[in-house]
């Protein structure tokens, strides 16, 4: 079966504040509480995974992610939850688009 895919992002003052590659980097920080392992999952480079972190953080009105340094813990990387609610989010809209474009595909070439 014939669908169509696409690709949105989120953009702030022309600059893009959320899309598909951020979310699955928040993702995995969620799930391994690092940027380093993250980014390691992701075959991304931790200079870049931390640029895309400052860039969401900073263009955002809330924090999305927290960064806590060494210590008797080893410090760590977290979500707020405002980062949680952004992946949800997304990834709502997201769905919302693809379900629209594959309808709208579906009207346009009767499949």
Known sequence: MKSIKSRIWI???ENVFLGYGRVQLLKKIEE?????AAAKELNMSY???W???NSMNVSSQDALVI????GKDGGGTTLTPYGKKMIV??????AACEDFLNTEFKKLYQL
């Open 32 to 36: 391994t509480n690092s940027i380093s």
């Open 51 to 53: 640029k895309l972190i």
């Open 67 to 70: 960064t806590n340094t060494g």
């Open 89 to 94: 989010n997304f990834e709502t809209l997201n």
């Open 11 to 13: 953009e702030d003052n």
């Open 47 to 49: 200079k870049k995974a």
